[in-house]
T-cell receptor, first 113, second 113 residues
Framework: SQTIHQWPATLVQPVGSPLSLECTVE??????LYWYRQAAGRGLQLLFYSVGIGQISSEVPQNLSASRPQDRQFILSSKKLLLSDSGFYLC????????????FGSGTRLTVV | GQQLNQSPQSMFIQEGEDVSMNCTSS?????WLWYKQDPGEGPVLLIALYKAGELTSNGRLTAQFGITRKDSFLNISASIPSDVGIYFC?????????????WGLGTSLAVNP
């Protein structure tokens, strides 16, 4: 079964500072990878998804970017954080075959101050 | 982006009561998924449904894929305090390699012991 490692669990960053959140996947190869943001404990907003190395699709215009340097590594970045970037960030993966369900990481709580 | 209509938005019940929540869509889905999210954690898959009319149970949880393929419900029988959390429905629209899910906004469940 798939396992997602996501870190850090919590992060407090000042406005204007850079961001790098990392997510790695075990137990599957060539997964689809996703970054979600969740505000106020409700509503999952898809930010980016990737179907392969170097392939990134952005769902919403924003201050963030994503990269997939390796098959099972997905990185969420920002050059300069905004207050509005605060939220709960979740990495997820979906495997091959009929298993369309996503496996989620444990999330990163980002507070921009 | 597109979202599912999930209701109710929140529920406050007594321990031992049964719970029912549902999701509807104007589009036809070929997969329905139900997730539970505990506070500060990523969502965890509870039940996956793959064909119209399918009824699947997971312990005290039962979910059905509506025959119109535009809705799904989740029932929880004899609720217990650990059922507290946010329940999300999610659906997949297209066949092929598109594995993006459409999400409901969640049902927040509180259980009074």
């Amino acid at each position: 079964s798939q396992t997602i490692h996501q870190w850090p669990a919590t992060l407090v960053q000042p406005v204007g500072s850079p961001l790098s959140l990392e997510c790695t996947v075990e137990g599957t190869s060539n997964p689809n990878l996703y970054w979600y943001r969740q505000a106020a404990g409700r509503g999952l907003q898809l930010l980016f998804y990737s179907v392969g190395i170097g392939q990134i699709s952005s769902e919403v215009p924003q201050n963030l970017s994503a990269s997939r340097p390796q098959d099972r590594q997905f990185i969420l970045s920002s050059k300069k954080l905004l207050l509005s970037d605060s939220g709960f960030y979740l990495c997820a993966c979906s495997g091959q075959g009929r298993a369309y369900g996503y496996t989620f990481g444990s999330g990163t709580r980002l507070t921009v101050v | 982006g597109q979202q599912l209509n999930q209701s109710p938005q929140s529920m406050f019940i007594q321990e031992g009561e049964d719970v029912s929540m549902n999701c509807t869509s104007s589009s036809i889905f070929n997969t329905w998924l139900w997730y539970k999210q505990d506070p500060g954690e990523g969502p965890v898959l509870l039940i996956a449904l793959y064909k119209a009319g399918e009824l699947t149970s997971n312990g005290r949880l039962t979910a059905q894929f509506g025959i119109t393929r535009k809705d799904s419900f989740l029932n929880i029988s004899a609720s217990i305090p650990s059922d507290v959390g946010i329940y999300f429905c999610a659906g997949r629209l297209n066949a092929g390699n598109n594995r993006k899910l459409i999400w409901g906004l969640g049902t927040s469940l509180a259980v009074n012991p």
